[in-house]
């Protein structure tokens, strides 16, 4: 044989070698999955940001999108704008965030389960109705809370406006909130505390294992939760809308609006070409997260051997905890879910006098318990939030596993594909969707599934987060210890990894389930009439100025979610 | 005996004949066709659901045939109707929206040419060429709280917003974001005259009005209580006014609009059934079900119930096309948001 018959021999080999190893068949096959699911989509869109032409229509090849989004000087004062925002708003998430799984999982404060479970309330209330709410709260002309420190303080005016730059990040940051929480308390739980006693058996204050020993090694689990939550800030609109604007306050997305998804006829080539910065954006993060927790032994806490989490007594400050605590989560859950009941028993809102209590009504209840509709959409949104969610971790956990835990080659690109459509607006992605699916050969358009496509493809990233920062901390002992008795990659990954993962998987499937609940923006352009999920029926409740019954069905679904919530955390809790 | 008969029977038929039919119920064969397609037709519509819901169910009763509706926003409505028309998968068999996206959609083609029975029903000036009779008008105009701006204190003209004492009491939607908007502020010299529109724009911008994303939201702020002065759509006067909220609307005399258009894809699935709603939707029963909602109709006689709404003048506003409005929103950037 020659020295050329030999290269094609070798590279035969290699390919069949790589081939008969089932770990990197399943590589091949997550990452076919990724590359379509996003991809497909967004070739549409990133093909519509290089044409002068709406998609469908034939169009020239130009640069000219790019230039009108990027050459603008205005764009970049609102590019910082949103910076601002979007730090403030992530790093406040992330704070809140941080004390509240401290105080429910790693102390002994009572009602920690309570707090657990109300944290994550304010992930089921589309992010409208949450900004709605602090406006009624804080608006400076007649705002609730205003209204009330206004009398009992005998103030001239009401201390706050909420129509300001840090009104708009304090609203964000409670809206970004509960995500964090689920991230970093997912990592606190599956954290083995052998280290923090040992620092403690050292004669280390309880001060200084938190400082020195758990917040380092919650590093990957707090980038994660800063990193989505900052891009998420970074691509809301809802809450700019609403509190931005009054204020005359602009922001990236509001340009955005104006310029390309408010403009008329839509101009979704634009849209195209400025999403691609935000996903630009994106993408740079998810390379600095890789960066900043490439060393996963580092942050491996999870062995062989078993444990409790490490709880510490804090004595005589543990009622001081919970009140901290409660006082947080009257910020997030108790102050909004009181507006929106209030809206919901009122035939129109107001700022309520003694009057207001003869004018209560059950009205709305009644409007949603005699419609068709409302049913119907409640049927088709559990099936798509369970469903979904389950398909989208099963998907979620894979990709972590193929990008933390090996070295194929490549596997960093599978997040970066994750990461693709979720940079894209939620409006222009929803046309990306449509262009891509209404002539699929497989007729999934105007049918249930094109809509859990849709929501698998735009919500895997908090999947992924979620269970990723739970597989950093588990050690390869584990998995070392099942493949020398001879168990192969699945059996591993199904009897070893998945329960090890629980908490993180459960955390990203509460996340998705409450997401996809009430999820509006992906499906707009997807569901057939008849087949309506419940998250257009609420903002088009809104869109028609049914406050009242959008505010009914709002805390009816909170309270279908809150039970799904305890199920699932039951069913992730650790077992001693 | 035999011609008082034959009397009697001419003079039947010529009651019958001569007496006013509802357009439906002379389309019983297209009723029979609609059913052999399915009996049901697909609307995708930016009229809002609570009177459409009302139509189907009549419809349903009194045809026996269906109808399923899709509702957003007309810009959404055209997104989606364009992308499944190019696509070659066109979902819907008729289009509810206002003037703009329609022709817009129409220049495209997808639009076949019906002439409805039911359009008999309407004024010969409000029937486009292109786009049929103009069932409803959507009208623009100035709402406020009167809990707290009493009717004698009310603003009495548009420019009487201008005045120092409403100066920080006036919302209106942002016309650098809001196309409606835009277009209103544009056609102002209709009601104003040119020069005087220009100079009102500009005071007005000076008031510094709060800006909010859309009518909805300026007239829902109105009803809190939030700002006491709104520049939305004057049917929401009564449409919140009903369920309690103190509001009134200021008799401006002229107030302008949009009108709106009900049109059928030539590429339906159920064509027979999209005429039948079609006929069934612009004829007055379907017309009165709207106005009956507080929407502005244009069925002679046929008004919503709210106080003076026969007195208004409506005057329909000039389309823009996409460069007019890029242009205008740049404008009104320097004057509204400086």
């Not at chain 1, 049927?379 to 469903?387: D, I, M, P, R, Y």
């Not at chain 2, 002679?300 to 242009?327: C, H, N, R, T, W």
């Amino acid at each position: 044989m020659t020295a050329d018959q030999a290269l094609p021999a070798a590279a035969r080999d290699r390919v069949s070698g790589f081939l008969t190893h089932p770990l990197n068949l399943v590589f091949i096959a997550v990452a076919a999955v990724l590359a379509f699911l996003s991809l497909y989509p967004t070739a549409f869109l990133i093909y519509g940001s290089f044409t002068d032409a709406p998609l469908g229509l034939p169009g020239h090849f130009t640069f000219a999108n790019y230039v009108r989004a990027y050459s603008d000087p205005s764009a970049y004062p609102l590019i910082l704008n949103s910076f601002v925002f979007g730090l403030g708003a992530s790093g406040l998430s992330v704070a809140l965030a941080l004390i509240l799984a401290w105080v429910t999982i790693r102390t002994n404060a009572p009602f920690r389960r309570l707090f657990e479970l109300t944290a994550i309330i304010p992930n089921i209330m589309p992010p409208l109705l949450i900004s709605i709410s602090w406006v009624m709260l804080l608006n400076p002309s007649n705002g609730l809370i205003n209204v009330v420190l206004v009398r009992l303080l005998g103030l001239g005016k009401g201390p706050f406006n909420i129509y300001s730059l840090p009104g708009l990040i304090f609203v964000e940051g409670l809206i970004l909130t509960p995500l964090a929480f689920l991230i970093i308390s997912a990592a606190l739980k599956g954290m083995d505390p052998s280290l923090e006693e040992s620092a403690k058996t050292l004669g280390s204050s309880e001060l200084g294992v938190v400082s020195r020993i758990t917040f380092p090694l919650m590093r990957p689990a707090i980038l994660a939760a800063g990193t989505l939550n900052f891009v998420r800030a970074l691509e809301s609109f809802d809450t700019p809308a609403i509190i931005a604007l009054p204020a005359r306050i602009e922001v990236f997305t509001t340009k955005i609006w104006r310029e390309a998804l408010g403009s008329f006829p839509t101009n979704h080539n634009l849209a195209a070409a400025y999403g691609i910065g935000i996903l630009a954006i994106a993408l740079i993060f998810v390379y600095l997260y890789r960066r900043f927790t490439s060393k996963v032994e580092s942050f491996s806490t999870v062995t062989g051997k078993a444990f409790q989490p490490h709880q510490i007594d804090l004595g005589k400050w543990r009622h001081w905890a919970s009140a901290g605590a409660f006082v947080l989560l009257t910020m997030m859950v108790i102050l909004p879910f009181a507006v929106l009941i209030l809206v919901s028993v009122l035939p129109y809102y107001h700022v309520p006098t003694w009057e207001t209590w003869q004018t209560l009504t059950l009205r709305h209840f009644k409007t949603l318990y005699e419609s068709e509709r409302v049913y119907r959409a409640f049927g088709n949104s559990l099936f798509l939030a369970l469903g979904g969610a389950t398909v989208c971790m099963l998907l979620a956990s894979l990709t972590s596993y193929l990008t933390v835990r090996t070295k194929i080659a490549g596997r960093g690109l599978l997040e970066g594909l994750v990461f693709i459509p979720w940079a894209f607006p939620g409006t222009a992605l929803a046309l990306g969707l449509l262009w891509a699916y209404v002539d699929f050969p497989i007729p999934v358009y105007a049918t249930i599934w094109i809509i859990m496509i849709a929501y698998v493809t735009r919500f895997l990233p908090y999947g992924l987060r979620a269970v990723s920062t739970t597989i950093i901390q588990i050690h390869r002992e584990l998995e070392e210890a099942s493949t020398a008795c001879g168990a192969g990659f699945f059996a591993t990954f199904r009897r070893i990894l998945l329960p090890l993962m629980r908490p993180g998987v459960m955390a990203g499937w509460i996340i998705l389930v409450t997401i996809f609940m009430r999820e509006f923006s992906a499906s707009i352009f997807l569901y057939s009439p008849g087949a309506e999920p419940l998250g257009p029926l609420l903002y088009f409740f809104y869109l028609d100025g049914w406050t009242g019954p959008m505010a009914a069905l709002g805390l009816i679904i909170s309270l279908i979610c809150i039970v799904l919530i305890a199920l699932a955390q039951r069913f992730s809790r650790w077992e001693s | 005996m035999v011609i008082k008969i034959r009397y009697a029977l001419w003079a039947l038929i010529a009651v019958l004949g001569l007496a006013p039919q509802p357009a439906w119920s002379q389309s019983k064969n297209l009723i029979d066709a609609a059913k052999k397609e399915g009996g049901k037709a697909i609307v995708y519509g930016s009229l809002e659901s609570s009177p459409v819901e009302k139509i189907i169910k009549v419809f349903r009763s009194k045809t026996g045939l269906d109808a399923e509706y899709w509702r957003a926003s007309s810009t959404k409505v055209m997104d989606r109707a364009l992308g499944e028309y190019r696509a070659g998968r066109p979902l819907f068999d008729l289009i509810l929206t206002n003037a703009d996206p329609m022709i817009i959609m129409a220049k495209e083609g997808i639009f076949a040419k019906y002439n409805s029975p039911s359009a008999r029903n309407y004024a010969p000036e409000s029937i486009h060429p292109d786009l049929g009779p103009r069932y409803r008008n959507v009208v623009v105009g100035i709402i406020y709280n009167t809990r707290m701006i009493k009717p004698a204190d009310a603003p009495k003209s548009l420019e009487d917003l201008l005045k120092p004492q409403y100066r920080g009491k006036l919302v209106m939607p942002d016309p650098t974001q809001h196309t409606t908007t835009t277009q209103w502020v544009t056609n102002l010299w209709k009601v104003l005259g040119k020069e005087k529109a220009d100079r009102f724009i500009r005071d007005l911008a000076a008031t510094k009005p709060v800006l909010v994303e859309s009518l909805l939201p300026a007239a829902k702020r109105v009803t809190t209580g939030e700002t006491p002065i709104a520049i939305t759509y004057v049917k929401y006067a009564y449409i919140f006014g009903k369920e309690g909220a103190p509001l009134d609307y200021v008799r401006l005399g002229k107030m302008m609009g949009d009108g709106h258009y009900v049109n059928l894809n030539n590429k339906a699935s159920h064509p027979s059934a999209g005429k039948a709603f079609i006929d069934f939707f612009l004829d007055s029963e379907s017309v009165k079900i709207m106005a009956d909602m507080g929407e502005f109709v244009n069925l002679k006689g046929v008004y919503p119930p709210l106080p003076d709404a026969d007195k208004i003048q409506f005057v329909q506003m000039d389309g823009l096309s996409k460069k007019e409005y890029a242009a205008k929103k740049k404008e009104y950037q320097k004057i509204f948001l400086k």
